[in-house]
C-alpha cells in the first residue's frame, strides 16, 4: 500500500468482510440531494454484472406500506403490531412493534448479493457520499471512512483520497464497487472456505 486510496481500498474490503454479504452505503447531508439517483443506477449498472441487489432505506419521518382500504391497512387500523403479505412475487412484512436502529441488521436479513443502505446521516464503511453545488455545506463521513464521493465536481472534496465521480458516472462507479470491492471479498471468502 503506497497510497492513501491503497489504504481506503483495503479499509472498506476489510469492513465488507465483517458482514455476511457486502454492504455498502450512500449518504448524504440533506434531502433532495440525489441519493435515489445513485442508488437507482448503482442498482442497474450491479445488475448488469449479474449480482442481486437489494436496498434498505432509512426513513427518519416514518413511512407507510399500506394503501387505504387494503386488508393490511384495515389490520394495522384494528391495531395489528405487524403485518405480513405472500404473493405470487414476493412478501413484504411491516412490524410496527420493533425499530431496528442497526441498518446491517435489516441488510443482512435481505436475499440478495449485495446491499446498499440509502440514508441521510447512517452509513457503515464503505461509504459513498452524495455531494450538490450550493446544496451541500460539509461532508458527514469522516475522511477516514469516506470510499467515494459522487455528485457536482466543485463540491468534490481535495482533502481526501476518496473516488470522485459526476452523476453521470454512476456506472463507472458501480464497476469500481465490482472490480474493486465485491471481486476481491469473493475471492478473499472462496480461499477461506
Do not use: C
Request: charged fraction near 25%; aromatic fraction near 4%.
Amino acid at each position: 500500500m503506497n497510497r492513501p486510496s491503497d489504504y481506503q481500498q483495503a479499509k472498506a474490503i476489510d469492513a465488507l468482510l465483517q458482514h455476511q454479504k457486502p454492504i455498502i452505503s450512500v449518504v448524504a447531508s440533506r434531502s433532495k440531494t440525489g441519493k435515489t439517483l445513485v442508488v437507482e443506477g448503482l442498482i442497474k449498472a450491479l445488475k448488469d454484472y449479474g449480482l442481486s441487489v437489494g436496498l434498505v432505506k432509512s426513513d427518519g419521518h416514518g413511512f407507510s406500506m399500506d394503501t387505504p382500504g387494503t386488508d393490511t391497512a384495515r389490520a394495522t387500523e384494528a391495531g395489528a403490531t405487524a403485518v405480513a403479505i405472500a404473493g405470487l412475487n414476493g412478501y413484504a412484512i411491516i412490524d410496527h412493534g420493533v425499530r431496528i436502529d442497526d441498518l446491517t441488521e435489516l441488510a443482512n436479513r435481505l436475499t440478495s448479493e449485495v446491499v446498499l443502505i440509502e440514508s441521510r446521516s447512517r452509513g457503515v464503511v464503505p461509504i459513498i457520499e452524495v455531494v450538490r453545488d450550493n446544496h451541500t455545506e460539509a461532508l458527514i463521513t469522516s475522511v477516514g471512512d469516506l470510499w467515494a464521493v459522487i455528485g457536482d465536481k466543485a463540491s468534490w472534496p481535495n482533502n481526501t483520497a476518496a473516488l470522485a465521480f459526476t452523476f453521470d458516472e454512476t456506472a463507472e462507479l458501480a464497476k469500481h464497487i465490482y472490480e474493486d470491492l465485491i471481486v476481491p471479498v469473493k475471492a478473499l471468502r472462496q480461499a477461506e472456505a
